[in-house]
């Protein structure tokens, strides 16, 4: 074990909560506060960085650390699969920051002081640091939690001369501590469990318990993770308002690392506080159980999405749909470790999509928010019927929004595509050995097409259609935003791109995850001949059967290279037989001229679809 992880991850947590003391003493210089809280996050995250790769890239994983604070023990421990989820929010953290720097110059924001707002920031970041890394559902898990909700409350709730805004924000809080309380809960009825008992010791004792009351604590755990994560229907209760009232850039921290923070707490409960010693049918009850809240998670979250007018309560409809992706995946893998030997494969298969679905989701949803950030912050507005046109005046941010978008959509050789592909593939190819999750698959490939449908609305609705009439009524020029709004998204966007093209990049990152963890994961899956069924190349990723033989592939450079060599045959089609371009004006259905008086809105876009599918819920009034 590296002597350096423990006191970097200490370092790091020092400087965040040590720039929550300094940086609001210089909020009435408010771009100069912006750059402090930069420089210590930024720096924190390399300390972060550092405990995450040192733990990666080490021979096995770490042994757990006791933290003894004010006279509490507080276990902790940094293993592959927290360490992930380390380098995770750093990444989000500073880039985020470098945003907020530009963000928070808002006219709107002007009258607010940014005491509170930087006071907050790294202390909520130290919240899911700490998180990530607590080894109880107790004392730590306590201290971290509490960290993490009560600054993003007071995040959420900046803008509190708003009553709307206000409500949001309290009702999130009144439903996170409920989430903390089944949680802490279920640490604590554990018998033989007190505060700050680590969690295999934990998981050792519910071995030891009736089937009834270890159903009763694994589920108030779940409860709390799963509110947490935004899973149906709980995440309805809360995600849309707070994560639309949010300031942009803590929505994205919201949508992109927190709501990972319930996903991590998921993982944590099913694969690692299941005891060995619990029956193999009871293991698959929770499976079947967890994949079928994470297909109605994705299909209802999604559907309500396209009915969306607000950008970004269309954003956060969204998250839910795409945790629903990442519940499915870990429930599957959950089930398909039973005794039916020709299923680990596919839990394999299962485990990876949900894990790259988590990096993937962090990133094209963060990036989202930043673009819908930035529209609202040159226009004043983030309502898709007042938008349209963008494009011309906002290139950049329409060209990044742009790639997000077809992101999210799981758009092949682009980063959605690999991590849903990976998630329906396991569905799909259970076949007769597990045929309801056949059907999980089918409905989340209906739902993907949904997500495409959504993203085509927010994105045509903000960037390409005509008829609102910018920049001629004596008000403040519409343009693009600064470099310091744009280099975040264009960072973010590179990322994005690296995912979606170089998927075996982070297929031998989550190698290196299961070979640096411990667990029912590393124990069933990192096997030699497993993990020989998963192969990745430059090409893309593939699974193979028993024989070699690849029964399932994403080849993204294959498919750029396709519609590359596609295009260029077009082309030369096209001006091969010596055709001449004409241009003629646009018909406009007998309308003289097209503005805002006679054009489609938001609202009327799928409208058959949304009256179709009014009885999801989340229906807004046109």
């Known amino acids: 074990m590296d002597t350096t992880i423990y006191p970097h991850l200490q370092t790091g947590l020092a400087i965040l909560l040590g720039a929550g003391l300094i940086t609001p003493l210089l909020a009435s210089k408010r771009q100069l506060a912006g750059i402090v809280n930069l420089l210590a996050v ?97 004392t730590g898990f306590t201290i971290a939690w509490q960290l993490m909700t009560l600054t993003s409350f007071w995040l959420i ?17 009144l439903l996170m501590q409920l989430a903390w309380a089944a949680v802490l809960t279920a640490g604590l009825l554990v018998p033989g469990c007190g505060w700050g008992t680590p969690l295999h010791y934990i998981a050792e004792q519910l071995g030891t318990l009736d089937v009834g009351l270890r159903t009763l604590l694994l589920a108030l755990a779940f409860l709390g993770f799963g509110m947490k994560a935004g899973m149906f229907p709980l995440g309805q209760l809360w995600l849309p ?33 299941t005891p060995e010693s619990m029956p193999a049918h009871e293991l698959q009850y929770w499976g079947m159980a967890v994949a079928v809240i994470g297909v109605v998670t994705l299909f209802i979250g999604t559907s309500q999405s396209l009915k969306q007018v ?24 959950r089930y398909y470790l039973g005794p039916n030997a020709a299923l680990h494969a596919l839990a394999l298969l299962a485990i990876l999509g949900a894990f790259l679905h988590v990096l993937n989701h962090a990133i094209f949803k963060s ?5 819908v950030g930035s529209v609202q912050y040159t226009t004043g507005t983030k309502d898709l019927d007042k938008l349209g046109g963008l494009f011309a005046l906002m290139p950049i941010t329409a060209i990044i929004a742009g790639i997000a978008a077809i992101a999210v959509s799981g758009v092949p050789a682009f980063s959605g595509f690999t991590s849903k592909w990976a998630i329906v593939a396991a569905t799909l190819l259970s076949g007769k050995a597990a045929g309801i999750f056949v059907i ?39 343009q693009e935003v600064g470099k310091l709004m744009l280099a975040p998204k264009l960072l973010l966007t590179a990322i994005c791109l690296l995912q979606g093209l170089c998927p075996w990049l982070f297929v031998a990152l989550f190698g290196r995850v299961l070979a640096t963890s411990e667990g029912v994961l590393t124990h069933t ?53 010596g055709a001449q371009t004409r241009q003629a004006p646009v018909w406009l259905c007998g309308y003289q001229t097209l503005n805002n008086a006679n054009r489609y809105l938001s609202s009327h876009i799928f409208d058959a679809f949304k009256k179709f599918m009014k009885w999801t819920g989340g229906n807004v009034r046109a």
């Open 157 to 173: 709730r900046f803008d509190h001369h708003d009553p709307v805004i206000v409500r949001s924000a309290n009702k999130y809080l």
């Open 42 to 138: 930024v720096l924190a995250g390399l300390f972060f960085a550092s405990s995450a790769i040192n733990v990666l890239s080490g021979p096995g994983a770490p042994a757990s650390f006791d933290l003894q604070l004010a006279g509490l023990t507080i276990p902790l421990l940094v293993d592959g699969f927290s360490a992930v989820f380390l380098l995770l929010i750093a990444v989000i953290a500073s880039v985020v920051a470098l945003y907020c720097i530009g963000y928070m110059q808002m006219a709107h924001y002007r009258h607010y002081s940014l005491r509170g707002f930087y006071f907050c920031y790294p202390v909520f970041i130290a919240g899911m640091i700490a998180l990530v890394t607590v080894d109880d559902l107790s």
């Open 310 to 333: 607000d950008a970004k309560r269309l954003n956060a409809y969204s998250s839910i749909g795409q945790i629903g992706y990442i519940i499915l995946a870990i429930g599957a893998a």
């Open 525 to 577: 899956l990192a096997t030699p001949a497993l993990l020989a069924t998963l192969s990745e190349r430059y090409a893309g990723v593939a699974v193979s059967n028993a024989s070699g033989t690849a029964v399932a592939f994403s080849l993204p450079l294959v498919m750029v290279a396709l519609l590359v060599v596609a295009g260029l045959f077009a082309r030369w089609l096209k001006h091969a037989g």
């Open 241 to 273: 308002d707070a994560h639309s009232v949010a300031p942009s850039p803590i929505s994205a921290l919201l949508s992109g690392v927190m709501l990972k923070t319930g996903i991590y707490g998921l993982i944590r409960t099913l694969f690692w506080m």
């Open 367 to 371: 990036l989202l928010f930043l673009c």
């Open 440 to 478: 999980f698959g089918v409905i989340a490939l209906v739902t993907s097409a949904m997500t495409l449908a959504t993203y085509v609305k927010l994105y045509g609705m903000t960037f390409t259609s005509v008829g609102v009439e910018w920049n001629t009524d004596g008000n403040a020029k519409v």
